[in-house]
């Protein structure tokens, strides 16, 4: 339903995009042709990269707001309740027919995964879908999947100062239309190798569409470059478990330093702990650090500049 509030809810973060439900399975490796097999556990959790953000950001105590579809199904209700339970704002939340998106997750015992997702007849919201009249942020993190959406709000931004991130996943039409429309544009390896096929060229490229670019790439860091200033910072050192929800967390934790203010290495430490820590742990939701695990690991990493 629309927000029709005349008084503005100050966030510290809005969270635009993509909500999902997750099905985690491990196993032991990854299944052969017509190959049937037992999973060693499996978890069920609300997933989604603007949705993990949101809770990455309320989990890390700064106030988060998520603004997305979730469909009137029985994903769509637990998914809601969780966003709930770590106090994100979902009045921007649109319910309807058509069903929650579905992700099935195959973790590996070194980590890495496998995704199957399904959308049913679920699209892409219209642009009027939502009024965020009444709704202010300190900072607001796009991730591509609602394009319309995002588009009509950063129409109506236009000559704040509020900063604006996007995460890009994949190279993908929502990307595309978002990427030289945002300050900081932060890509994972994947974005970087679909767009100019190497990470470094991929760096040149998006540094003369956005004034920000990082690449995240996994146990090697990231790169960045900022105007004409440009760098890298290492990972922290971690074993890893689970990657999915790494790069949510990231997301979450660097648009809650915008918010904060925090100076740039500062912030690109902070976003890093909070990705690296979620590796550490089997699925994205339950791998989200809060405030104590993300600063004990914080408080353990010198990061190699």
């Not at 809810?9 to 990854?30: E, M, Q």
Request: net charge negative; proline share 6%.
């Amino acid at each position: 339903m629309p927000n029709t509030s005349a008084t503005p809810t100050p966030l510290d973060v809005l969270c635009v995009g993509h909500a999902s439900y997750d099905l985690v399975f491990s196993i032991p490796h990854h299944p052969g042709a017509d190959e049937k097999m037992v999973a060693d556990s499996l978890l069920g959790c609300g997933g989604g990269p603007a949705a993990n953000a949101a809770v990455t950001v309320a989990k890390l105590g700064f106030s988060a707001g998520f603004c997305g579809y979730l469909g009137n199904d029985v994903y769509g209700d637990c998914h809601l309740q969780e966003l709930h339970s770590h106090g994100v704002d979902t009045r921007l939340v649109v319910r309807g027919g058509s069903p929650t998106p579905l992700s099935g997750v195959l973790v590996k015992p070194d980590g890495q995964r496998a995704l199957i997702n399904y959308k049913g007849d679920t699209k892409a919201l219209a642009a009027d879908s939502i009024d965020f009249n009444g709704i202010s942020a300190k900072a607001i993190l796009f991730d591509g999947h609602e394009p319309r959406v995002s588009l009509c709000l950063l129409a109506q931004i236009a000559g704040d100062t509020v900063p604006t991130v996007l995460d890009a996943g994949s190279v993908h039409d929502g990307t595309l239309a978002l990427m030289d429309k945002i300050d900081y544009l932060v890509c994972s390896e994947k974005f970087a190798v679909q767009y100019a096929g190497d990470p470094m060229l991929a760096l040149t490229k998006l540094a003369a569409l956005a004034p920000v670019v990082v690449i995240t790439l996994g146990e090697h860091g990231l790169i960045w470059q900022r105007g004409q200033e440009s760098g890298r910072l290492s990972a922290p050192p971690i074993k890893a478990i689970d990657t999915t929800g790494a790069g949510d967390a990231f997301h979450g934790a660097f648009s809650c330093a915008l918010a904060a203010k925090m100076e740039w290495r500062e912030l690109l430490r902070y976003a890093s702990a909070a990705g690296a820590y979620c590796c550490t742990q089997m699925g994205a939701r339950p791998g989200l650090p809060s405030c104590e695990q993300h600063q004990a690991l914080l408080a353990n990493w010198s990061p190699n500049a």
